[in-house]
């Protein structure tokens, strides 16, 4: 196994021992990459937030660009893979809170952790009405994967309700709000929500 591959799998499986010594006794680059990932990319979507702090300590670059899987930032594989811990790592260390995140959100699967770290990068400088992939706000994904407890979350930091998509995709068209795509996807209780909305309730 060649010395950067060690460096990625120190990375991953939080190896900190290992890092340091590679680092140590190699010329390894901190901004090599292996799909486009660097060591740093694999600590925060592994969930090492120790091997994050390494790398950091070490140099390693915040906003190195992924473009193998449409991540460009550490930061969003932490937030992408919900590890909480990195993402607050990251943030600390001065990542921009306002990350790329163009993953197949139709894919994807809202977990709590994932959640987490969505909330926690809006509370600390993520703009809430930001579009991602489709062109759609983490407001109109809510709606449209019926996530209603992180809808709320979502409009108490301020999301903008009458925010229209941008695309054409998801058979959804363009033009509609977070509302209408509940509509659209018979998610009752999103649409019951939304319906009653009142902002001085939140």
Same mark, same amino acid.
């Given at each position: 196994?060649?010395?950067? =591959?060690?460096?990625?799998?120190?990375?991953?499986?939080?190896?900190?021992?290992?890092i340091?010594?590679?680092?140590?006794? !190699?010329?390894?680059?901190? @901004?090599?990459? @292996? =799909?486009?990932? !660097?060591?740093?990319?694999?600590a925060? &979507?592994?969930?090492?937030? @120790?091997?994050?702090?390494?790398?950091?300590?070490?140099?390693?670059?915040?906003? $190195?660009?992924?473009? /193998?899987?449409?991540? %460009?930032? %550490?930061?969003?594989?932490?937030?992408?893979? +919900?590890?909480?811990?990195?993402?607050?790592?990251?943030?600390? /260390? +001065?990542?921009?809170? =306002?990350?790329?995140?163009?993953?197949?959100?139709?894919e994807?699967?809202?977990?709590?952790?994932?959640?987490?770290?969505?909330?926690?990068?809006?509370?600390?400088?993520?703009?809430?009405?930001?579009?991602? $992939?489709?062109?759609?706000?983490?407001?109109?994904?809510?709606?449209y994967h019926d &996530?209603?407890?992180?809808?709320?979350?979502?409009?108490?930091? +301020?999301?903008?309700?009458?925010?229209?998509? =941008?695309?054409?995709?998801?058979?959804?068209?363009?033009g509609?709000?977070?509302?209408?795509?509940?509509?659209?996807? +018979?998610?009752?209780?999103?649409? $019951?929500?939304?319906? @009653?909305?009142? %902002?001085?309730?939140?």
């Amino acid at each position: 196994m060649s010395e950067i =591959n060690e460096l990625f799998f120190a990375a991953q499986w939080g190896d900190i021992k290992k890092i340091r010594s590679l680092l140590i006794d !190699t010329d390894i680059s901190l @901004e090599t990459k @292996e =799909n486009d990932m !660097t060591a740093l990319h694999y600590a925060a &979507q592994y969930g090492c937030p @120790e091997c994050v702090q390494e790398l950091l300590n070490w140099g390693a670059v915040m906003d $190195s660009e992924d473009k /193998y899987y449409h991540w %460009p930032p %550490p930061l969003s594989c932490g937030v992408w893979a +919900g590890h909480l811990s990195c993402v607050k790592v990251l943030l600390k /260390y +001065g990542a921009d809170p =306002n990350y790329n995140d163009n993953y197949e959100q139709i894919e994807r699967v809202w977990n709590k952790g994932r959640i987490e770290c969505v909330i926690y990068c809006l509370q600390h400088g993520t703009d809430v009405n930001k579009p991602y $992939s489709y062109e759609y706000t983490n407001l109109h994904w809510a709606a449209y994967h019926d &996530q209603l407890d992180f809808l709320r979350e979502l409009l108490k930091c +301020g999301a903008d309700i009458n925010q229209l998509t =941008n695309d054409n995709e998801c058979n959804i068209p363009k033009g509609y709000t977070a509302l209408d795509i509940a509509k659209k996807r +018979g998610n009752y209780q999103i649409v $019951s929500f939304l319906e @009653e909305y009142d %902002p001085k309730d939140t």
